[in-house]
């Protein structure tokens, strides 16, 4: 069965520290998506990153980077020299190819909050 | 940019009235879901929709129903809400049906069953 864990639930650091944050799914498909969504106070899921099952490169954008790594089956997140604006929660997700009937679902980790202290 | 929009972002209702959430999109997506989501608990799905009309059941679908009658908008309803019901609701959407794309939010709805 799909799941994801992220079994940080909360982190603080202080501004200009790096953080890393967990993601480790278990799937028993070959072709699969993992996301990274990020919940600032406002609400609103702001999509950050996907990445396909096929693609074990590294990604970095700005601060942001990720490691995905299938043989541990985990896709962690590390936001280097962290800042205030980054305290949110952080969602990892797990989206599976869709099978022969069509339907097809999205699967979230529990987050993890994020607390960026000045 | 593609924009998720949802009717309230506080709602106070009693128990047992019934509750409209409404969810409208404006990118012509196909796929569009409602989630709740709970401290501890993360995201749960609740209903999806591919195609107008045509909807399936979340992983918690129990006391919620749907509606889709046309492609932006996307309506969750609490037949008799209960206390239980009290939670943040995300609307999403995605282009494609039958795909895995980013999923887009809504800003979420903050409701509040006394």
């Known amino acids: 069965a799909q799941k994801v864990t992220q079994a940080q639930t909360e982190i603080s650091v202080v501004e200009k520290e790096d953080v890393t944050l967990d993601c480790v799914y278990e799937t028993r498909d070959t072709t699969y998506y993992l996301f990274w969504y990020k919940q600032p106070p406002s609400g609103e899921l702001v999509f950050l990153i996907r990445r396909n099952s096929f693609d074990e490169q590294n990604e970095i954008s700005g601060r942001y980077s990720w490691n995905f790594q299938k043989s541990t089956s985990s896709f962690n997140f590390t936001i280097t020299a962290s800042q205030v604006v980054d305290s949110a929660v952080y969602f990892c997700?797990?989206?599976?190819?869709?099978?022969?009937?069509?339907?097809?679902?999205?699967?979230f980790g529990t987050g993890t909050r994020l607390k960026v202290l000045a | 940019d593609v924009k998720v929009t949802q009717s309230s972002r506080y709602l106070v209702k009693r128990t047992g009235e019934k509750v409209f959430l409404e969810c409208v999109q404006d990118?012509?997506?196909?796929?569009m879901f409602w989630y709740r989501q709970d401290p501890g608990l993360g995201l749960r799905l609740i209903y999806f929709?591919?195609?107008?009309?045509?909807?399936e059941k979340g992983d918690i679908p129990e006391g919620y129903s749907v509606s889709r009658e046309k492609k932006e908008r996307f309506s969750l309803i609490l037949e008799s809400a209960s206390t239980n019901q009290t939670s943040m609701y995300l609307c999403a959407s995605t282009l494609e049906a039958g795909s895995t794309d980013t999923q887009y939010f809504g800003p979420g709805t903050r409701l509040t069953v006394l």
């Open positions: 997700a797990l989206s599976e190819a869709p099978p022969a009937s069509g339907t097809y679902k999205y699967i």
């Open positions: 929709s591919y195609d107008v009309k045509m909807k």
């Open positions: 990118m012509d997506h196909e796929n």
